[in-house]
């Protein structure tokens, strides 16, 4: 008896298998961008419920005391008293999209052999001694109760200052906390934006530009160290207001429209542009 003869399934030709390989490295391209965007909008809105939870905490301190955060010695400014009140701000106090000093890095910057100041994807830190704080936020700094030179001595009230919540005319509108350089900012119409986006090599002025951070709404971790201020600046900060919300705020917007003090002016064009 014959035995009969296998049939012989064919299989896939060599062409065959680099059409199918090409297919899904150009859905893979196509899907990778997406999943990147749908990453940073998660990040993005962890900063946000971080602020939220800061500005909280502030408003809670300044309506127990009837006057807004007491400007501590340095260096403990703000977060020293919210932290000894609210502690659950220790959870919230760094932007997913920045990272918190590891122990090297964190003894580098208390013995001063490395930069305290805080990069796009780095938090900042202020310390005392052994004691240290770390954080990518900071508070305007119109918002202290008094004003003082670095060493916590007494200096006249700024005018601009919000010496009261009663001070905020448009709460929805006015500045609270902000993605951050530093620890805080004081704001000026006149102030222009760092070329520095990364801070890397520049510690950006005490006003705007330490909170003009393409954290959001721009390629995660990256940001030109030369960029041309003559050009619209990328990306967002998020940004606390007085009346609790919070949003991704477009960098060039941070100076047209939001009110920093009690006589901000907002300018026609933003410093830096032609």
């Known amino acids: 008896?014959?035995?009969?003869?296998?049939?012989?399934?064919?299989?896939?030709?060599?062409?065959?298998?680099?059409?199918?390989?090409?297919?899904?490295?150009?859905?893979?391209?196509?899907?990778?961008?997406s999943l990147a965007k749908a990453k940073h909008k998660a990040l993005q809105t962890q900063c946000i419920n971080?602020?939220?939870?800061?500005?909280?905490?502030?408003?809670?301190?300044?309506?127990d005391e009837g006057s807004m955060a007491f400007y501590q010695p340095w260096p403990k400014l703000w977060m020293a008293e919210l932290r000894k009140r609210y502690s659950a701000i220790?959870?919230?106090r760094i932007c997913p999209a920045a990272k918190e000093r590891d122990a090297k890095s964190l003894a580098k910057a208390?013995?001063?052999?490395?930069?305290?100041?805080?990069?796009?994807?780095?938090?900042?830190?202020v310390s005392q001694?052994?004691?240290?704080y770390q954080g990518s936020y900071g508070l305007n700094g119109y918002f202290y109760e008094r004003n003082s030179d670095l060493y916590g001595n007494d200096l006249p009230l700024k005018t601009n200052h919000f010496a009261l919540e009663a001070s905020v005319?448009?709460?929805?509108?006015?500045?609270?906390?902000?993605?951050?350089?530093?620890?805080?900012?004081?704001?000026?119409a006149s102030d222009r934006p760092a070329t520095d986006l990364y801070a890397d090599s520049d510690?950006?002025?005490?006003?705007?530009?330490?909170?003009?951070?393409?954290?959001?709404?721009?390629?995660?971790?990256?940001?030109?160290?030369?960029?041309?201020?003559?050009?619209?600046?990328?990306?967002a900060s998020c940004v606390s207001f007085a009346d609790g919300h919070v949003e991704a705020v477009r960098l060039e917007d941070l100076w047209?429209?939001?009110?920093?003090?009690?006589?901000?002016?907002?300018?026609?064009?933003r410093p830096g542009l032609p």
Request: proline share 7%; charged share 15%; no cysteine.
């Open 110 to 125: 208390i013995a001063g052999t490395d930069t305290s100041w805080g990069r796009l994807d780095r938090a900042w830190v």
């Open 90 to 92: 220790d959870l919230v």
């Open 50 to 63: 971080n602020l939220k939870q800061l500005a909280l905490s502030n408003s809670m301190y300044i309506s």
């Open 1 to 33: 008896m014959k035995l009969s003869a296998r049939k012989i399934q064919p299989g896939f030709t060599l062409i065959e298998l680099l059409v199918v390989i090409a297919i899904i490295a150009i859905l893979a391209s196509m899907l990778l961008p």
């Open 256 to 269: 047209k429209k939001i009110i920093w003090h009690k006589s901000w002016n907002s300018p026609a064009k």
């Open 203 to 235: 510690a950006p002025n005490g006003g705007l530009s330490r909170i003009a951070i393409p954290r959001h709404a721009s390629r995660l971790g990256t940001a030109a160290k030369n960029y041309p201020v003559s050009q619209k600046l990328p990306g």
């Open 129 to 132: 001694g052994t004691e240290a």
């Open 169 to 188: 005319v448009s709460p929805s509108l006015t500045g609270f906390f902000a993605d951050s350089f530093w620890v805080d900012f004081w704001p000026d």
